[in-house]
């Protein structure tokens, strides 16, 4: 079985300070992870993905990830937090033997105070 | 940049009515997916679709619920006879592969509610 868990329902930053959005993970085999960011009336958009290459991963707007197997976790985090940056994030995990299926966890929304 | 669309953004319709959800998903992927949201809930597999065929489908998705490629761009989910239970946001999603590193590239949603 998978399933992600994220740790906090809603997060709040001031502007130009650092994000850590927190996510641990549970799997059976090795997993892909994913960081979703959805914007309000928006669709689910691609933030960075884990898939066993390297353990720290760029993605977009300059958020990373770091893949911590000892302590299964995948944090997001970004250095200084934009007011574009206020959305729903979603932490989301798929495993070898459930090929297509995605497990979501329950999303954190990240609110940024100017 | 493609992207996956969805129509119609909010659909409302009556208990035991048939409500059909489309989705048009990149061009040139091969593997598509139904998701939904209940409101305050996670977002949940229901099905993936694959070469015409179900792939992969979850307990959520029983009989009242079957999914179409009825065209070379359109990817159809249809709930034959809603409950007030299906309300829901439905995303559509697309890969060009099906493994379980490839990136699912999802729509916008559609809202269902059930009156």
């Known amino acids: 079985a998978q399933s992600v868990t994220q740790l906090d329902s809603h997060v709040s930053v001031s502007e130009g300070t650092p994000v850590l959005l927190r996510c641990n993970y549970s799997?059976?085999?090795?997993?892909?992870l994913f960081w979703y960011v959805q914007h309000p009336n928006k669709g689910l958009q691609l933030l960075l993905k884990?898939?066993?290459?390297?353990?720290l991963v760029k993605g977009i707007n300059g958020f990373e990830a770091e893949f911590k197997k000892s302590e299964t976790s995948f944090h997001l985090t970004k250095p200084s937090a934009h007011m574009s940056d206020a959305a729903e994030y979603f932490c989301v995990v798929s495993t070898r033997n459930l090929n297509e299926k995605l497990t979501f966890g329950t999303g954190t929304r990240l609110t940024i105070i100017p | 940049e493609p992207e996956v669309t969805q129509t119609p953004s909010h659909q409302v319709t009556q208990m035991g009515q048939e409500v059909i959800l489309r989705c048009v998903p990149i061009s040139n992927h091969l593997y598509f997916y139904w998701y939904r949201q209940i409101l305050g809930q996670k977002v949940e597999f229901l099905v993936s679709f694959y070469n015409n065929e179900i792939s992969e489908k979850s307990e959520i998705f029983d009989d009242q619920f079957s999914v179409e490629r009825p065209d070379g761009s359109n990817f159809t989910l249809k709930i034959r006879s809603t409950k007030l239970e299906d309300s829901a946001m439905y995303f559509c999603?697309?890969?060009?592969?099906?493994?379980?590193?490839?990136?699912?590239?999802f729509g916008p949603g559609t809202r269902l509610t059930v009156l």
């Open positions: 884990y898939t066993s290459a390297a353990t």
């Open positions: 799997s059976s085999y090795s997993p892909s």
């Open positions: 999603a697309s890969s060009v592969a099906g493994s379980y590193t490839d990136t699912q590239y």
